[in-house]
Nanobody, 127 residues
Framework: VQLQASGGGLVQDGGSLRLACAAS????????MGWFRQAPGKERQFVGA????????NYADSVKGRFTISKDNTKNTVYLQMNSLKPEDTAVYYC?????????????????????WGQGTLVTVSS
C-alpha cells in the first residue's frame, strides 16, 4: 500500500487549505484512514480520522469545528479540509491507513493502529 499526500503550502492566519491523500496498491483494504501532524520539536499528534465503512469521523479537540475529513471511495482518496487555520497548525501532516478492526473509537487516535503512512506534506500558517 502506498499513500501520497498533497496540498500543503503556505497560508495566512485564518486561511484555508485542503490536503489530499491518495492510496494505491492491491492490498489496500482500509478500515480507517487518519491524519496526524508533527510540528518542529514536538511529537506526532492525532488530527482526525474517518472510518471507511460508514464515514464516521473523529477529530482532535484542537481542530474540531475547523477541520473536516471526507473521502472519495472511487478514487481511494481522503481529504482534510482545513479552515480558520492558525499559526499553531503549522506542521508536517501525514495520512495513514489502518487495515485491522478495533473495538473502541478512542483507538483511532493511536498511531499504532495505522499500518501504512504517507510521506507527509508541510503546512505553514503565517501570522
Amino acid at each position: 500500500v502506498q499513500l501520497q499526500a498533497s496540498g500543503g503550502g503556505l497560508v495566512q492566519d485564518g486561511g484555508s487549505l485542503r490536503l489530499a491523500c491518495a492510496a494505491s496498491g492491491r492490498t489496500f483494504s482500509p478500515y480507517i484512514m487518519g491524519w496526524f501532524r508533527q510540528a518542529p520539536g514536538k511529537e506526532r499528534q492525532f488530527v482526525g480520522a474517518i472510518f471507511w465503512d460508514d464515514d464516521t469521523t473523529n477529530y482532535a479537540d484542537s481542530v474540531k469545528g475547523r477541520f473536516t475529513i471526507s473521502k472519495d471511495n472511487t478514487k481511494n482518496t481522503v481529504y482534510l479540509q482545513m479552515n480558520s487555520l492558525k499559526p499553531e497548525d503549522t506542521a508536517v501532516y501525514y495520512c495513514a491507513v489502518g487495515q485491522s478492526r478495533f473495538s473502541l473509537s478512542i483507538m483511532s487516535t493511536w498511531s499504532t493502529k495505522y499500518d501504512y503512512w504517507g510521506q507527509g506534506t508541510l503546512v505553514t500558517v503565517s501570522s
